[in-house]
């Protein structure tokens, strides 16, 4: 009986569990479309002027719960995913897998300080890790955040917060999405009603849990969902009455009649005026004290974002302005504030509008095939050619019938495919229209060249 090399019979490998759940995995065309959904929203924020930054995707534990920086509700746990360091490079810390990309860049600017220059503008572009317990289309173990933060040194003036939401309008309407809103709030505000009647901190978790939802339910089920949780009724009344406030005004008047500091309407005020003067439409930006976030270092703006008429599908960017974190790591201040996409979320979202069928063929791209009659000498020749030509060619040398090469070329989404016959003839196809050219094998450049410009 045959037998591997390892001594397990060819039986026991093909029973090998070998699926990844919850750790997506891509086809080249749609890496492709992620990849070019990528260096848009990155050209976006680099027009606002915030530049690259690449953190470690491996951190230390202590670092990643610094402040209580993990979520409030239990989604994921403190760490996604631990990292064992093999024994012949042991250095006894304690590592884990990011979460997230606000934390690490927090400390790499805790660490990397004397070497840069404040405010920090900057986006990050990377792989995040989380221990979903149930994947989805939109809720992986493994996904790209696309990241944008400004972070100062001491002090931040409160109009940065203003420039996050700008700069993620702009990075949306850049990649074709334009029904979207970035709702906003400011954690100061709850936390002043809360104030006013007394409610401790560790209350505020399940109150928090529940006013997320509040854009999504009516205000008497919210307030019901609070009394339930042992919130007393005139305090789960005025909550209610916060989280349906339509205007600052409203909400001022609440915390007035409470006696409730009115830092955090001010602060709203200012951001949102801010953002107006910047560029952001009103109908881009909308006042929701349901905002909270979940996570304990947020501690003043929060913003949430949501695709208009799909808010089931959850938010699509959050973020928020982060005042101490660093202290928790060096004791140093470096008050920061920022959004996140989660590219996956995004992703979905773009495919079920048809965005991604939108973008389709790549009118710079070529693939050259040779047909059964044709010769490989011919291939090289022509490929090279064309890529002299700048264009993004695909060689195919092995023999192919016309199913086959078109397959190929339909696969690899190019704008062209070049079919190389005998006696120096070929066949240029216009993948779009299907609309094909017989040319001499030299002519095939310029013949691809007069395609693009007549389309």
């Known amino acids: 009986m045959s037998t591997t090399t390892s001594g397990r019979d060819d039986a026991s490998v093909r029973q090998l569990d070998i699926s990844m759940p919850g750790f997506p995995e891509s086809l080249p065309a749609d890496v492709m479309f992620e990849q070019d959904i990528i260096r848009t929203i990155g050209k976006g924020f680099e027009a606002r002027g915030f530049r690259p930054l690449d953190s470690a995707c491996i951190q230390r534990q202590e670092v990643l719960v610094a402040g209580g920086a993990?979520?409030?509700d239990g989604g994921i746990p403190e760490f996604a995913f631990t990292v064992q360091e093999p024994p012949e490079s042991y250095t006894g810390a304690n590592f884990a897998l990011r979460y997230d990309l606000t934390v690490p860049v927090s400390r790499f600017i805790a660490e990397h300080s004397s070497k840069l220059s404040f405010p920090l503008h900057v986006y990050q572009i990377n792989k995040v890790w989380r221990a979903e317990q149930m994947?989805?289309?939109?809720?992986?173990?493994?996904?790209?955040?696309c990241d944008v933060d400004v972070i100062g040194q001491g002090e931040l003036s409160l109009l940065y917060d203003a420039e996050i939401a700008n700069a993620l309008v702009g990075a949306f309407r850049n990649i074709g999405v334009d029904g979207f809103t970035v709702r906003i709030s400011n954690r100061k505000v709850l936390a002043a009603l809360l104030d006013s009647h007394g409610v401790r901190v560790h209350r505020a978790r399940a109150i928090v849990q529940i006013l997320d939802k509040g854009n999504r339910q009516p205000v008497e089920e919210t307030v019901s969902q609070l009394v339930a949780s042992?919130?007393?009724e005139h305090v789960a009344a005025d909550l209610g009455r916060l989280v349906s406030s339509p205007t600052l005004s409203d909400a001022r008047d609440l915390l007035k009649l409470r006696g409730a500091d009115q830092v955090g309407i001010e602060e709203l005020d200012t951001v949102i005026s801010a953002a107006h003067d910047l560029g952001v439409p009103e109908d881009h930006l909308v006042l929701d004290f349901s905002i909270t976030r979940g996570h304990d270092y947020y501690t003043g703006t929060v913003f949430e974002t949501f695709a208009t008429g799909r808010e089931h599908w959850g938010a699509i960017g959050a973020g928020g302005r982060y005042q101490d974190l660093l202290k928790h790591v060096n004791g140093s201040s470096y008050p920061g504030v920022g959004m996140s996409v989660g590219l996956a979320r995004l992703m979905g979202l773009l495919r079920e509008d048809g965005v991604r069928k939108q973008q389709g063929l790549r009118h710079e791209a070529?693939?050259?095939?040779?047909?059964?009659?044709?010769?490989?000498?011919?291939?090289t020749g022509t490929v090279r050619r064309l890529r002299e030509a700048g264009l993004s060619v695909q060689a195919v040398f092995d023999p192919v019938g016309a199913d086959k090469a078109l397959s190929i070329a339909t696969e690899a989404e190019v704008g062209f495919l070049v079919s190389l016959q005998a006696a120096g003839s070929a066949t240029v196809r216009e993948m779009a229209s299907g609309n094909e050219r017989g040319v001499p094998i030299e002519g095939v450049p310029d013949a691809i060249a007069e395609l693009r410009r007549a389309g």
């Open 366 to 379: 070529v693939t050259v095939v040779r047909r059964e009659d044709g010769d490989a000498q011919a291939v």
């Open 135 to 145: 994947p989805t289309a939109t809720h992986w173990r493994e996904f790209y955040q």
């Open 70 to 72: 993990q979520y409030l």
């Open 230 to 232: 042992g919130i007393p």
